[in-house]
């Protein structure tokens, strides 16, 4: 199969690296890519967002499949285009991806799927929490516990506007479980945690997220969390003539009263993807090929046992925009001692590669334990040197405790 894959971040370097390892794949694009990718695939100078573009791409590589990263161009309908053209496509259509580019229709859905989720309040009164409407890069949701915290982010969003929507403030332990679906059937690759603050402790602004480990040890069964968070969804959105194709990909907090969905994305985390995908033993682009075309029932994908932890190397000022063409060294030794390096924010200078600006870099390495791979990963991006890059330090220290 000659497979497109659409984006340029750590996932797709991510999804690149483990469609390579696959048994029918004959050819492997990517538009735009980045230089990790173009080290598996033959990159195209096609934006992620350009839907014509990639149809017509697509078109000239005679493309099996396209895979398509990113939610914002999903959300824009570059699914539908590429659909319309007679190209499968794992990735939902607009209608479908409303599901992450709108909070107010995902909590529609919700509510008429019967999901468990955090209640929507009448008015904002702390503890409580503010979310945007659309799609806002990680960026629209505050957090209020107190009534100076609300202020705030009342006065930061210009008071409180029937867009925004208020909910119950929920406390516990967060999951992130990814299913891929073919619009009815489901498959959930192992449940992950990703760290979205920029430093430790869960301290800082918010960010596209710092690292991931997979999978989360939880107190519950994980195909119930697909007849609960994923199936009814799925069958809803069906039902009403958008059936989900691609992703999805639900938030969870394992709250005391039980799971509840804090969100939907319609896309492959990340950097979660960064840690799930090193342990998906099957054969993956079968399954996205399968899901594309409307036929997952009757296949499945193994797990490989263990756990895999993902460290990401950001810019220093990041997640503030910043630090371009920084040389980054050592990717070949961090290679050698047997990790993963997923490139997110490089480019080539002249041969040399540079820093390219927010999260450089993903390690990824895998274990039989968590702790193994924990402190394999972190002794891998030991390895790695760019000046003036940042990392968290505890990611997936659950594993100590
Ligand atoms: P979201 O984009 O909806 O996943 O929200 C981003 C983050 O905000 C989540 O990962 C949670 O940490 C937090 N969050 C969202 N909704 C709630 C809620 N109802 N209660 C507590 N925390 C929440
Ligand atoms: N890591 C969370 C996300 O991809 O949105």
Redesign the pocket.
């Known amino acids: 199969m000659r497979v497109l894959v659409v984006g340029s971040g750590g996932r797709e370097h991510a999804l690149a690296w483990r469609l390579a390892s696959s048994p029918t794949l004959t050819e492997l694009h990517a538009a735009p890519g980045n230089p990790g990718i173009a080290m598996l695939a033959t990159c195209h100078p096609v934006a992620a967002e350009d839907g014509d573009g990639l149809r017509e791409l697509a078109r000239s590589l005679a493309a099996d499949l396209v895979v398509v990263g990113p939610e914002a161009p999903l959300v824009a309908g570059v699914a539908d285009t590429l659909r319309h053209a007679g190209i499968p496509v794992f990735g939902p259509s607009a209608s479908a991806a409303r599901i992450e580019g709108s909070?107010r229709f995902a909590k529609e859905v919700m509510a008429a799927a019967g999901v468990p989720?955090?209640r929507l309040l009448d008015e904002p009164r702390a503890p409580?929490?503010l979310?945007a409407d659309g799609l806002?890069a990680?960026k629209?949701?505050v957090?209020c516990r107190t009534d100076a915290e609300l202020e705030d982010a009342l006065g930061e969003a210009g008071g409180h506007d029937r867009t925004m929507l208020v909910?119950?403030?929920?406390?516990g332990p967060?999951l992130s479980l990814l299913a891929l679906c073919d619009g009815r059937e489901a498959i959930s690759l192992a449940p992950a945690r990703?760290y979205?603050r920029a430093h430790d402790g869960d301290e800082g602004p918010?960010t596209g997220g710092m690292g991931s480990f997979a999978p989360v040890a939880f107190d519950g069964d994980e195909a119930d969390l697909v007849e609960t968070c994923i199936r009814p969804v799925l069958a809803e959105l069906a039902d009403r003539g958008t059936p989900f194709v691609g992703t999805l990909f639900a938030?969870l907090?394992l709250a005391a009263a039980g799971p509840?969905v804090?969100?939907y994305?319609c896309r492959f985390g990340d950097p979660e993807t960064q840690s799930v995908l090193p342990l998906v033993e099957g054969d993956l682009l079968e399954a996205l090929a399968a899901a594309a075309t409307g036929s997952l029932a009757g296949t499945s994908l193994d797990r490989r046992d263990g756990a895999a932890v993902t460290v990401v190397l950001a810019a220093g000022s990041y997640p503030a925009a910043g630090n371009r063409g920084t040389p980054i060294e050592g990717i070949e030794q961090a290679e050698a001692s047997g990790a993963l390096v997923f490139h997110a924010g490089t480019a080539l200078r002249d041969g040399q590669l540079v820093t390219n600006g927010g999260r450089l870099l993903g390690v990824t390495a895998t274990g039989a334990t968590l702790a193994a791979a924990r402190e394999r990963a972190y002794a891998a991006s030991d390895l790695i040197r760019i000046d003036g890059c940042r990392r968290r330090g505890d990611i997936a220290l659950e594993a100590e405790t």
Do not use: H, S
């Open positions: 909070k989720t955090a409580c929490v979310k806002a990680g629209g949701v957090v909910e119950e403030l929920l406390d967060e990703d979205k918010n938030g907090m509840r804090l969100e994305n």
